[in-house]
T-cell receptor, first 112, second 112 residues
Framework: EDKVVQSPLSLVVHEGDTVTLNCSYE??????LLWYKQEKKAPTFLFML????IEKKSGRLSSILDKKELFSILNITATQTGDSAIYLC????????????FGGGTRLMVKP | DSGVTQTPKHLITATGQRVTLRCSPR?????VYWYQQSLDQGLQFLIQ???????AKGNILERFSAQQFPDLHSELNLSSLELGDSALYFC???????????FGQGTRLTVV
């Protein structure tokens, strides 16, 4: 059974801080790893990673995948209160259509 | 706005009843996914369709069924509802199975 574990479970920081969110996974036939941000309702897509060692960047957010050690990190620099959300990590399995297995999420709170 | 439309947004129904949730994928997307999110279980994959055909099945109860129609919209049918079926039900869509999935705003189902 595929498994995704995220850490920490929750994090409280102040505006301007840098945070690193962790995601480790076990999957029988890796297709991709995705990061989503969930505020009130719908998860919104951040990154999809398929290759090891290639950093993906979007503004203050960046992510990298290590397929040898089976983990990914999501970095957020110069955090803002609008970054407060639950960050979800998911892995896709090549054996099962494009089924995503999600981790439990990291709840980030950014204080002014 | 992800472009994925789900209706209704909220639904309150009694135990034993049957409901239908509807999803219109983003324009051009061929694949539709259904997920259930409850407080204690996180996001759980239910089922995936690709261009009308079932592609992957998760831990979907026998009381639940889904289909994708020729115009690519999808419906999730939940029958003999129980209190434990109360959850947020998300639909997501992707262009192919190798591209990222975008989520709709969800339908919040409350079974009383």
């Amino acid at each position: 059974e595929d498994k995704v574990v995220q850490s920490p479970l929750s994090l409280v920081v102040h505006e301007g801080d840098t945070v690193t969110l962790n995601c480790s996974y076990e999957v029988t036939n890796f297709r991709s790893l995705l990061w989503y941000k969930q505020e009130k309702k719908a998860p919104t897509f951040l990154f999809m990673l398929t290759s090891s060692g290639i950093e993906k960047k979007s503004g203050r957010l960046s992510s990298i995948l290590d397929k040898k050690e089976l983990f990914s990190i999501l970095n957020i620099t110069a955090t803002q209160t609008g970054d407060s959300a639950i960050y979800l990590c998911a892995v896709g399995n090549n054996n099962a259509g494009n089924m995503l297995t999600f981790g439990g999420g990291t709840r980030l709170m950014v204080k002014p | 706005d992800s472009g994925v439309t789900q209706t209704p947004k909220h639904l309150i129904t009694a135990t034993g009843q049957r409901v239908t949730l509807r999803c219109s994928p983003r324009s051009g997307d061929l694949s539709v996914y259904w997920y259930q999110q409850s407080l204690d279980q996180g996001l759980q994959f239910l089922i995936q369709y690709y261009n009308g055909e079932e592609r992957a099945k998760g831990n979907i109860l026998e009381r639940f069924s889904a289909q994708q129609f020729p115009d690519l919209h999808s419906e999730l049918n939940l029958s003999s509802l129980e209190l434990g079926d109360s959850a947020l039900y998300f639909c997501a869509s992707s262009w192919t199975e190798n591209t990222e999935a975008f989520f709709g705003q969800g339908t919040r189902l409350t079974v009383v």
